[in-house]
């Protein structure tokens, strides 16, 4: 009887499996084969008749939409449609959804001209085929972006040749470590060095920690909360004055450590890490962190603004000092802890991508092409429309709020620099101008890393399972070994260690290794 | 009870008050805790914890989240008709079925059974439920999304009422029943649901919390905001929050304004159980006692 | 009295057209809703084996074998996630049906109908919470800094020291089954209460008169009545075995890596591991794991149950 019933039921999944195997996949392909074909076909004609093409292009937020998105919209299209013939409508999407919808949507078929990737690593994406490779929509609408892409390293490429997404132009290209300290301390802190460009070790940083720790001895100098680290975003960066380039593919698969080296190690692994987590643990033992920071729930914003905190640990550039200043106030002194330095950003965390979704990719990269080279428009999709969103000021290329408008109440607040050559892009504040980042740039131009100079990337596709383990341990010990809250910290860390490795991650960093060997040779490049 | 209650009576009695006062206190300080915090001055909550009777006094966290108030609004009517509706409907749906499994001559109904508790059993995933949902059954932006995937009928509420019935509604009264005429249909209005009161209330809050509390429904099948539930609204706000500050340093061009966060969750969570707690009396007196099997007697 | 005549007995030669087609009506609207919720979804469960390729489509995507399972039993953490989620959930099982029974027959005795209703409205507030906001509260009391616990319980006891609960492991096996018989006790109670208050009192009465104590009652009566529902929910139980609240060992403990030990289960191991990789094949072949193990103890105790107790067999 029961053997009756499993068969019976089996059955039943086998048919219901034809069934819907049917619906979907007709609907998949529609939106994939025939979608493609048929957008080729209509281009054909259209570009004969002149017809308005339609694209769905995702905007991402975090603090919703506001009440002027139709108006904007509308301001866009109006751009858009005479120029390349093609209009635009706007899919809100906020960023955690993005984390969890766009597999759904690529799995169902639902239409996405253009797809933005941001804080995702999209070489997933590419893996499990997700995106239309762009080689060939580039070489035909996108000559501006092509153009820049031989200047900056906007495009990310796969393994295989395909070109499957491209980044942003960034005001600047350098990465800085820094730790700000809020303006109320800096008088307390006497071991400021009046030098601005002074590079801070770990055992200065130390001694203004005491100074400010004894004038003030209820706060935490050092903010560091566990809630904010992941195997993407690591206060050693910013803290302890290592200069690493993780190449793109994050530290999971190795790093380089210094400007000139071409051996890929494992960071937790070395000493220079290891004697970043004493000091750390020093720090929390003498009162410097919070001792709640690995489980507190409040974020390090929260913690600095209601007086628990007094730093911040982030990079420095002419755009995230402005950011500061305007948060901490000013008066606010960044203690730099590394000197500006030029990175591989092979495979960003911002990617603008066409999904197989996309039902009228042609139009999608005209569009795409046009926000890199009409100043005008990318300006208009950040901030809004000027007069009503924005007003300008005599400084060139700033901007302030009208009379009466703020980032709570303005109708369109757009918060994620994503769009186009940013170069251009409006700023609030003059200290986050072009000159400031033109001059940053070049300063870190003359320390680059090898893997800066190179372009490389790690084809990561059969190693997803091994990856997703290390990430595991990471994300397992880091919070508390990075905020040094570990009663023993020569037990947890060789715990650590330990568990990296029978994760895999020495035959990861080998396969890395020898990859970035072989592409190095073919392009000539010097070890 | 008749006649005078013995001692063993009233101790049992007093003991049982002490274990349901103790609970009921459990129960109620972290809720107590729970609104006082969210009254609590932000930046004070941040430093000195929560605490029962806030140090400082505010309503900050209440006046963000209600700067939104015309989707709030719009937000609790959606969640209280499809609680409503949701409810109601799958009430009915479960009972009906359940009744029906309990009626072992017809055949072909163990297969039956074993087909819905089989499919407590195996999943097949979001995707292809998404897919089902919205490829082929085309629910989504429409009521139905939020109604139907997951919630409306499960084999677990099927088992529980089959139970019930089994257990407390005698055969000998459905046989009665049958002998007299009546159909299917007769028995079931008019002799399984007055009697089942108690299991109804219970798989009616089971439901009813259910639909109030869920929020994966309208991720997945809702992009109209007009459609949008109260537990949706309230998690994207918060998941938003907990995303700007995990990842704010990787991107430049990300101007953090000052939310109020951890107050605001709080608040979040205030906003979110209090219409439950209101409506939750009307369904207290089905669980009282002095429901009996009166009709069973003959 | 009854009319002798045609009684209802299953006769195999004789099927009640009638009554049979009226009997499926009315399972009709669940048995459509199962076919569209539950059997025709189960397709999916394919992907678990596929490596899957959406330029191509599911149904094209080619097939992996067993490589999707590989990332749950390659980090050594295999064991420690099965015991975990095995021990909490026999935990669980064994508390969350003696407590729920014991509070379901006090709250019978309770004769003040006001005291009654006040008793259960309270008791059902912490299943009215979500689990993140619980998670919340939990903090306010264990947290290091702030916590109530450390910042006013122990002080009151002369203890100084504070306790750094997020990562000690001992105390969260505890702590977790106290949040989770808190926040479940209202509603669990109520699925025995209301089995209990449809008891007849007659019952009762005919054992006082029999000369019957308190006790006796409660063993004699109150408990055999429960016997369907308890068997059915243990059953049901056992088949969730490999299932964990995600919730409550996700957002209590803080993810604090620390305590991973003892608050690490399949599912948070799962979700962990696949949070930054989109990657359905494997969490897909993670829930068929489940489902798979879960299926075979269902069968199992069910036919232990059916030679043990026949009508409180499921199936």
């Not at chain 2, 006082?36 to 029962?52: I, P």
């Not at chain 2, 209330?201 to 259910?210: K, P, S």
Request: proline share 4%.
């Amino acid at each position: 009887m029961k053997k009756k019933l499993l068969a019976l039921t089996l059955a039943a999944t086998m048919g219901a499996t034809v069934l819907v195997g049917c619906g979907s996949k007709s609907d998949g392909a529609a939106a994939t084969g025939d979608g493609a074909a048929a957008a080729t076909e209509t281009t054909a004609a259209e570009a004969e008749d002149g017809e308005v093409k339609h694209i769905i292009v995702t905007w991402v937020h975090y603090a919703g939409v506001g009440a002027d998105m139709q108006a904007v919209t509308d301001a866009v299209n109006e751009i858009t449609v005479p120029e390349i013939g093609v209009e635009v409508e706007f899919m809100p999407m906020s960023i955690n959804d993005t984390m969890t919808k766009y597999s759904t949507y690529i799995a169902s078929g639902e239409r996405m001209d253009c797809m933005l990737l941001l804080f995702q690593d999209p070489l997933q994406y590419y893996n499990n085929g997700s995106l239309e490779p762009l080689n060939d929509l580039m070489d035909q609408y996108g000559t501006t972006i092509k153009g820049l892409a031989e200047e900056f390293p906007i495009t990310a490429t796969a393994a295989d040749g395909n070109l499957y997404g491209f980044a942003p132009v960034d005001q600047y290209y350098s990465m800085e470590g820094c730790v700000y300290l809020k303006a109320d301390y800096v008088d307390a802190a006497k071991s400021i060095s009046d030098d601005p460009d002074h590079v801070y070790t770990m055992d200065e940083l130390t001694q203004i920690f005491k100074e400010v720790k004894e004038a003030y001895p209820e706060i935490y100098p050092y903010n560091v909360v566990g809630n904010g680290i992941n195997s993407t975003n690591l206060p050693v960066g910013f803290t302890s004055g290592l200069i690493y380039d993780s190449m793109g593919s994050g530290v999971h698969s190795g790093v380089l450590l210094g400007e000139d080296s071409t051996e890929i190690v494992n960071l937790f692994e070395t000493e220079e890490y290891y004697n970043y987590l004493k000091t750390v643990k020093e720090w929390f033992d003498a009162g410097y962190i919070l001792p709640d920071a690995v489980t507190t729930d409040s974020t390090s914003t929260d913690l600095l603004n209601s007086g628990v905190t007094a730093t911040a640990l982030t990079s420095f550039n002419p755009i995230v000092y402005a950011d500061e200043l305007a948060n901490m106030g000013e008066g606010t002194v960044p203690l730099k802890t590394t000197i500006p330095y030029y990175q591989s950003t092979a495979a960003g965390l911002v990617t603008w991508t066409i999904p197989v979704t996309a039902q009228e990719p042609e139009a999608a990269m005209k569009f795409y092409d046009l926000v890199y080279s009409n100043a005008d428009l990318m300006n208009l999709i950040m901030w809004g429309i000027e007069g009503k969103h924005y007003v300008k000021t005599e400084d060139e290329g700033v901007i302030a709020f009208p009379e009466g408008v703020d980032a709570s109440n303005s109708g369109y607040y757009n918060t994620f620099g994503v769009w186009g050559d940013r170069r251009d892009q409006y700023v609030w504040n003059p200290v986050a101008g072009k000159e400031p980042n033109e001059a940053f740039t070049k300063a870190a131009m003359e320390h680059k890393t090898k893997a800066g100079i190179a372009n490389y990337q790690f084809d990561t596709s059969a190693y997803t399972g091994q990856l997703a383990n290390i990430d595991t341990v990471l994300n397992q010990y880091l919070p508390a070994l990075e905020c040094g809250s570990v009663s023993d910290l020569d037990k947890t860390y060789n715990e650590f260690i330990s568990a990296l490795k029978s994760a895999g991650i020495d035959t990861i960093i080998a396969e890395n290794q020898a990859q970035f060997d072989a592409y190095l040779e073919a392009n000539g490049i010097a070890k | 009870m008749n006649g005078i209650r013995s001692g063993e009576e009233k101790m049992y009695e007093f003991f049982s008050h002490i274990i349901m006062i103790i609970l009921s206190l459990l129960a109620f300080l972290p809720f107590w805790l729970l609104i006082a915090a969210s009254f609590t001055e932000e930046h004070t909550a941040v430093r000195e914890g929560y605490k029962f009777f806030p140090s400082q006094f505010s309503t900050a966290a209440y006046g963000y989240i209600f700067q939104q108030w015309a989707q709030i609004g719009r937000a609790y009517g959606v969640t209280l008709l499809v609680t409503a509706l949701g409810t109601v409907g799958s009430v009915l749906v479960i009972m009906m079925a359940s009744y029906a499994l309990t009626q072992k001559d017809v055949p072909g109904i163990r297969l039956v059974s074993f087909l819905i508790i089989f499919t407590m059993l195996f999943n097949g995933g979001i995707v292809p439920t998404y897919l089902v949902f919205n490829n082929l059954l085309h629910v989504k932006n429409t009521l139905f999304g939020l109604l139907l995937p997951g919630l409306f009928c499960s084999a677990f509420n099927i088992v529980l009422v089959r139970s019930y019935i089994s257990s407390n509604i005698p055969s000998a009264l459905i046989e009665a029943a049958e002998i007299d005429g009546a159909g299917q249909f007769r028995i079931f209005s008019q002799v399984i649901m007055p009697l089942s009161k108690p299991i109804i209330a219970t798989i009616g809050l089971l439901n009813g919390v259910a639909y109030w509390n869920d929020w994966t429904n309208g991720l997945y099948y809702i992009n109209d905001a007009k459609l949008y539930s109260i537990q949706q609204l309230l998690n994207e706000i918060n998941n938003n929050i907990q995303y700007l500050s995990s990842n704010a340093n990787s991107i430049s061009g990300i101007y953090t304004s000052n939310i109020p966060s951890n107050t605001v969750r709080m608040a979040i969570a205030v906003v979110a159980i209090l219409p439950i707690l209101c409506l939750y009396p009307f369904f207290q007196k089905y669980f009282s006692k002095g429901i009996t099997l009166g009709a069973v007697k003959g | 009295m009854a009319k002798e005549g045609k009684a209802v007995k299953p006769n195999k030669k004789h099927i009640q057209w009638k009554k049979t087609i009226a009997v499926y009506t009315l399972l009709a609207p669940a048995l459509i809703y199962f076919l569209f919720n539950n059997y025709l979804p189960m397709f999916g469960i394919v992907i678990a084996f596929k490596r899957i390729n959406y330029r191509v489509g599911i149904f094209k995507s080619p097939w992996c074998g067993l490589e999707n399972f590989k990332f749950l039993f390659n980090s050594g953490n295999a064991w420690m996630i099965t015991r975990n989620t095995v021990l909490y959930n026999l935990l669980f099982i064994i508390v969350g049906t003696l407590f729920p029974i014991v509070v379901a027959i006090a709250l019978n005795e309770i004769r003040s109908k006001i005291a009654s209703k006040a008793y259960q409205t309270l008791i059902l507030l912490p299943y009215l919470m979500s689990m993140v906001v619980v998670s919340y509260l939990v903090y306010a009391f264990l947290g290091g800094e702030t916590g109530y616990i450390n910042n006013s319980i122990l002080p009151a006891f002369g203890v100084e020291k504070k306790i750094q609960f997020y990562q000690e492991s001992k105390y969260w096996p505890f702590i977790l089954l106290f949040v989770n018989q808190w926040k479940s006790i209202g509603f669990n109670m109520i699925l025995y209460y209301s089995n209990i208050i449809g008891i007849s009192p007659e019952y009762y009465e005919a054992a006082r008169i029999d000369g019957a104590n308190k006790w006796q009652q409660i063993t004699n009566i109150t408990i055999p009545s429960l016997k369907p529902t308890i068997i059915t929910l243990l059953i049901l139980s056992v088949g969730r075995m490999f299932y964990s609240d995600f919730g409550l060992f996700y957002q209590v403990p803080k993810n604090s890596g620390l305590i991973y030990n003892v608050t690490q289960t399949i599912d948070t191991f799962v979700y962990n591991t696949l949070m930054n990789q989109n990657n359905i094949g494997m969490s897909s072949a993670a829930g068929f794991y489940q489902s798979i193990v879960g299926f075979v103890l269902v069968i199992v105790a069910n036919k232990v149950v059916s030679k043990l107790s026949p009508e409180d067999a499921m199936f």
